[in-house]
């Protein structure tokens, strides 16, 4: 068995550089001289391609549904110079990573300027749900935010990447709608619509509607305040303020910091 942390460190290094363009050109992996510079390249972009072409299918299939409209299917990014511009400083599955991309999605398909009135409060909608599935995992049960009422937590903080959005458009409505046959472009109420996107400690991510409650909540929790303090310059009870937090829980928009 002699020898094996070094394998495991060794295929660590590999993995790494595949997906982290930046690692990948630093003198730490390069004077390792292990490949084929070039070849590592070519398989690198190819990965970089799939596995971003995989997230724009699934996070931006409503745009994908309207392209017979828009006559720009999201994923054709994917060939741009511009995405060809980012891949030197692709890492995969990083939150600055996905929001490059998602920005890049959102242009292409919003310079259609398709006939579709809803279609830029869709392409936040899609590219906040892009951005908030990337970055790092929290894999082990104690560390979840299911753990965030025990002893010792008390002060509520909004994780990294929840994002409240305020719509034009009430989109829930005509979501369902896009990915059923239509011949006429399914249409969403006008009316303000304000949505809370959050991603699990494992990488869940939902979708809820918010309100001026829970979108100040969300914004004063910021790991230093206790729940009196939040519940005050909220305006809420204490026991609304502890239903409204149990429910962010669940979500995995609030989790619990130690407090003093």
Known sequence: MTGLPDDRALQDAVIRALADAPFRASLEW???????????????????????????????KYSRALARVTGRAPEGILKSPAFEALLPGIILGSRDTATAVARLVTAHVAAAQAPVPYLADLLRYEEAMMVV?????????ADSAGEAGKAGRSRP?????TALLDLAYDLPVVLPNLLQSWTDVPQ???????????????GRVAVARSDENVAAVVQLADGTRTLGEIAGAAGLGVKDLEATLQGLVDLGAVRFSSGS
């Open 157 to 161: 903080e909004t994780v990294a990447g």
């Open 133 to 141: 599935e990337a970055g790092p995992r929290v894999w082990r049960d």
């Open 188 to 202: 969403a109420p006008e009316r303000r619509t304000k949505l809370l996107v959050a991603r699990s400690a494992h």
């Open 30 to 60: 390069r004077r390792r001289a292990l490949a084929d510079p070039d070849r590592v390249e070519r398989y690198a972009r190819f990965l970089a391609r799939h596995f971003y072409h995989e997230r724009i299918v699934n996070f931006f």
